[in-house]
């Protein structure tokens, strides 16, 4: 056994505890772009963890439009950070000055990637709760659904529902596996992405 024996759990440990935190990040700024109500014991968990990080952070990136874009310029600093790691770690095929040029770069493939995944999730679990009819009151169904009516009300008011179903869950699934496929693609292969 050698050092690559190391080498998978290592990479999954840095992708696991990365990719937990820029998605507390990249929540953060939906939850503000929507509105979400920051009493739901949900957004107080997200404010806290992600707190220590964004107020420094605000004191150099400026809100604009009532929007906070500490939280999305963090999720992209540790985006960019974690592709560091890995790349030194794996090995991949660019010198060490070409990695730290173009990892800002491959960052934004990635993170648009969890933005879409989190909505795809978000909806598949706002589906499966509408099957089972849960507590409207209940703080993750109320933000649960601040966070997809954004995408799903243009749908809804095109199409109605058809014999008391809403297809505008499935409607949008399919849009952002869409957009998905058709975007990330050519990002990746523009910012020279080994990932």
């Given at each position: ?78 985006q960019?950070?974690e ?18 040029i ?89 910012t020279?992405?080994?990932?």
């Open positions: 056994m050698g050092a690559s024996y190391l080498l998978n759990p290592i990479s999954f440990l840095i992708k696991t505890l990365f990719g937990l935190y820029i998605t507390l990040l990249i929540l953060r700024f939906i939850l503000q772009w929507v509105r979400a109500d920051f009493y739901n014991p949900i957004s107080q968990f997200i404010v806290r963890f992600t707190t220590p990080v964004l107020r420094p952070a605000r004191r150099i990136i400026p809100g604009w439009g009532g929007t906070d874009f500490a939280s999305l310029v963090m999720a992209w600093v540790f960019t950070v592709l560091i790691v890995l790349a030194l770690l794996l090995g991949v095929n660019y010198s060490m000055p070409q990695i730290f173009l990892s800002p770069l491959w960052a934004i493939p990635e993170l648009l990637d969890l933005l879409i995944s989190l909505f795809l999730f978000a909806l598949l679990i706002r589906v499966l709760l509408s099957w089972l009819n849960p507590d409207p009151y209940n703080p993750a169904v109320g933000l649960l659904t601040r966070l997809t009516n954004p995408l799903l009300l243009p749908v809804q008011r095109r199409v109605r529902p058809i014999a008391g179903v809403d297809l505008s869950p499935m409607i949008v699934m399919i849009m952002l596996i869409l957009l998905e496929m058709l975007l990330l693609p050519p990002l990746r292969f523009f020279a992405s080994p990932f």
